[in-house]
């Protein structure tokens, strides 16, 4: 069980990668994303999600250099547009994104929305980047098992990370254990479900008994489900408090409790079912 902000989870190919992060979906390009995540740097956070497709991946690139911190400590992930998908266009998009982050290397690319047709082509272009020491660890989102066994019958190398939403109301429990079954890594996004959960009267009930935030309950569930999580907030006041979840645990019965509120409900598109 991770004991602090830099506890990493070991991927399968070796590669550590840090249980909690900072999403900037929605975050603004320019002063709001340099600011959150400078903010979230000073607070010891190592991992920082961001994707082409959030449009703010040069404000990313330009917090991280001001913050002064050392590349190796932290862990950068970005994904793979759509419209980009397919092997020369993912290389092309792949250095677009480097290029704005100003960085020499990604520590997570991955394959934002499994488009049909495109992205066995979009895995071979991952694999290769990989290969080329451009990226330390590949993976995919929004995949399904059905998407995940598809790929993995082409695939010359097995995805590390399967990013998808995950919160208590959308539980996974059979993504959840097929990831865990191929050593696939599950990262939850909108793991606040952007923020619906937090007046849950169950998770307000046991946040009130360990004098801890809603929010910080549904987080510390996700760790000691073994879900990486990146909560994403744009206030210092909250980059700060949604990651001070190492200091109490959850019981086996809150964890049941906080289980059995799992209705199947997205906030998100169904990857089976989306027009982007
Ligand atoms: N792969 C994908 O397809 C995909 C899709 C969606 C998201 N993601 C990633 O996952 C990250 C997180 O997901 P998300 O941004 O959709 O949703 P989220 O993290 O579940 O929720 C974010 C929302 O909750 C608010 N919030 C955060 N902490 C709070 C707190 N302690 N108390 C009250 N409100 C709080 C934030 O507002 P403030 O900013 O005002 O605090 C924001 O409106 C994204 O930023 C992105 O990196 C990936």
């Keep these: 069980m991770p004991t602090s902000l830099q506890d990493t989870t070991t991927l399968h190919n070796g590669v550590k990668m840090p249980w909690f992060g900072l999403g900037v979906f929605k975050v603004e390009e320019g002063d709001e994303v340099i600011q959150s995540v400078k903010a979230a740097i000073a607070n010891g956070y190592k991992s920082i999600d961001t994707a082409a497709a959030y449009q703010n991946e040069e404000g990313v690139g330009q917090a991280i250099k001001e913050s002064g911190i050392a590349r190796e400590d932290l862990f950068v992930t970005s994904k793979v547009w759509n419209a980009d998908q397919g092997y020369d266009s993912t290389i092309e998009a792949f250095e677009t994104s480097l290029n704005k982050l100003g960085l020499e290397y990604l520590d997570l690319y991955l394959i934002h929305w499994p488009v049909e047709g495109k992205y066995k082509d979009t895995w071979k272009a991952m694999e290769k980047l990989y290969k080329d020491g451009r990226i330390k660890a590949i993976g995919v989102s929004n995949f399904h098992v059905h998407h995940l066994e598809d790929l993995l019958q082409d695939a010359e190398i097995k995805p590390m990370v399967n990013q998808v939403e995950f919160h208590p109301h959308l539980a996974q429990k059979e993504l959840r254990d097929f990831c865990k079954k191929q050593d696939i890594q599950l990262e939850a996004w909108s793991p606040l479900k952007q923020g619906q959960l937090l007046e849950d009267p169950v ?29 994403k907030s744009a206030k210092e006041h909250r980059i700060k408090s949604n990651a001070d979840i190492f200091d109490f645990e959850l019981s086996a019965e809150d964890m049941e409790k906080i289980d059995g509120l799992n209705k199947d409900e997205r906030v998100g598109p169904d990857p089976d079912n989306f027009d982007f």
């Design 203 to 231: 998770i307000n009930e046991i946040a009130e008994k360990h004098s801890k935030s809603a929010a910080q309950v549904i987080l510390r569930w996700d760790l000691q489900s073994g879900v990486v999580t990146i909560p």
